[in-house]
């Protein structure tokens, strides 16, 4: 049986050995763990541990019969789909998804996304003016990135929400940690988004990309980090993360937009520190408005703790 061979881009230059080969098998970073111990997964040409940390060029070589792992977790989503639904009515869901869950299947994904873990919840979505794998999604979230989501259940439903989505009547505020000392207590980031390369996953500010524009406000100034409450006039990909990196203050843990790993390690994070923490919309089928609220995972409420401690 064929070994399987991935080759490290810049997306997963500088991460850590065992947690780029979870996100690229599917699999628990336990399974990773296990496949790099066994030595059923290696970093070709040099010694593979599971700190090992990843070079541009790289090439991750695992063997084929580890697939077993990648088939048990795939038939298990439902034991990490426990999705909280925030808002629930006949015609939208609004979910706190969480981290690791992605918006909905992608080539190359084998991990839970959002409208397996609905089926899973029993939750029905009848859309069908879009594909079956992106049921009712009309905005999406990150795998890495967590918080609030909306999910349309009819098609009356999703021809609404999509129209609030275009015309900017959504409102949508995340909350990000970003690398140093942001030099104002409120700004905007106009500045146009494309795609950095065509082989690549990143974004970037390009003359020719479309329209982003991204307003915050300092929420709490830690020397090394600023908490920032963050308003999105626009929704592109990557927008926070690529704004942000553009000024010089890229995400605290987003090492695939130039986030200095060190400072991640200390607060123990292992993915970008984001999360969409209150949507406004208006109720496709009432007119009525209605706000969703949120609060910090686990993951991202113990790293801020330890970005304060380190402050004493």
Known sequence: MSDICFKVTSQ????????????LMGVSRANAISLIERNQAKILGRKSQKSSILQDGDTIVVDQKESAERKEERNNK???????????????????????????AAKGWSGPTVPECLEA????????????SRKGIVSRLDVGTSGLMI?????????????????????????ALVQGDLAQDKATIDAPIGRAKVSDFRFTITSDGKPAVTHWDVLERFGQATLASVNLETGRTHQIRVHFSSIGH???????????P???????????????MELTFTHPRTGKSVTVKSHYPLDLQHALEAMRALLK
């Open 78 to 104: 439902s034991s990490v789909c426990n999705i909280p639904i925030i808002y629930d009515d006949d015609d939208v869901v609004v979910i706190d998804k969480p981290v690791g869950v992605a918006s909905h």
């Open 250 to 260: 890229p995400l605290v843990g987003d090492s695939m937009y130039g986030a200095n």
């Open 151 to 175: 999910i349309c259940k009819t098609d009356f439903a999703y021809e609404a929400m999509k129209n609030q989505f275009a015309k900017h009547i959504v409102k949508k505020t995340y909350h």
């Open 262 to 276: 060190v400072l991640a390690q200390k607060l123990g994070l292992q993915r970008q520190w984001l999360h969409s």
């Open 121 to 132: 919840a029993g939750i029905d979505i009848k859309t069908t003016l879009c594909d079956e």
């Open 12 to 23: 997963f230059s500088g991460c850590r050995f065992d947690v780029c080969l979870s996100k």
